[in-house]
């Protein structure tokens, strides 16, 4: 099966929201920090500042700017260890398409551009907030491609960075460059995902669809480095 298709039917499995077990959630957690994060999120954009603000960018044909896959779980179980109202969260709106998968880089400039635009957003708007980031596949390279292109004082306030199935773990020798590797953490779905060693026809495997039973794991490393 071509590649690009075989992605199309994929989509179908990305357009399933993976809840969140019920066991995870703590006895007395308010049904608001029970409810699963939205697949489209724009908290940053409408203004509203947390102490900590979460942009996250989605991986390729995945539906809103959040996608389903994984991260509203990374964002449900942020709220839920910081405090729903603590916590702001922004997809990024980039096309998420497949063929941008093979440009340079992992993605295009456009899309390299407005996640970078909101980080400057976050720290022009919200000053006082620290953020933290997630991509899942393509959405890694968003964020890789971003982040390098940051400017120093804006990077610094980024506090932790998770990754899933990112397509440029390998070449860009398992590091977001320019950040401390021990504030990322990279899921690879035990090392089965081959999408992480720049094999693009992986995405369509089991490993690949499976980061939503890593969502809570990747959630609290991003509350455990903000204060």
């Known amino acids: 099966m071509h590649f690009s298709s075989a992605l199309c039917l994929a989509s179908l499995v990305l357009a399933t929201p993976i809840a ?3 066991g995870e959630v703590a006895a007395g957690t308010p049904l608001v920090e029970r409810q699963l994060t939205g697949a489209t999120e724009n908290d940053l954009v409408r203004g509203r500042c ?7 960018a989605r991986g390729s044909t995945e539906i809103g700017n959040m996608g389903t896959v994984v991260g509203p779980g990374v964002a449900t179980q942020l709220k839920r260890r910081v405090g729903s109202q603590r916590v702001a969260v922004q997809g990024v709106d980039y096309a998420a398409l497949v063929s941008t998968n093979f440009l340079p ?5 456009i899309s390299e ?6 980080f400057n957003l976050a720290d022009t708007r919200c000053p006082d907030s620290q953020i933290v980031v997630g991509g899942y596949s393509q959405g890694g390279a968003v964020v890789h491609r971003a982040m390098e292109d ?6 610094n306030k980024v506090q932790a960075v998770v990754l899933f199935g990112d397509t440029q773990k390998r070449i860009d020798r398992d590091q977001v460059p320019g950040f401390p590797t021990e ?3 990279f899921f690879c779905a035990g090392g089965l995902d081959q999408v992480c060693n720049g094999v ?3 995405a369509v495997l089991a490993p690949h669809l499976s980061y939503g039973s890593v969502a809570v794991e990747a959630g609290n490393f991003l ?5």
């Open 20 to 22: 969140i077990p019920e």
């Open 50 to 56: 947390g102490d900590v603000i979460f942009i996250f």
């Open 105 to 109: 880089g992992g993605t295009d400039a």
């Open 113 to 118: 551009a407005e996640m970078k635009r909101l």
């Open 150 to 155: 940051l400017s120093q004082n804006v990077r």
């Open 183 to 185: 504030k990322t953490k």
């Open 200 to 202: 693009l026809n992986a």
């Open 223 to 227: 509350a455990d480095r903000v204060v």
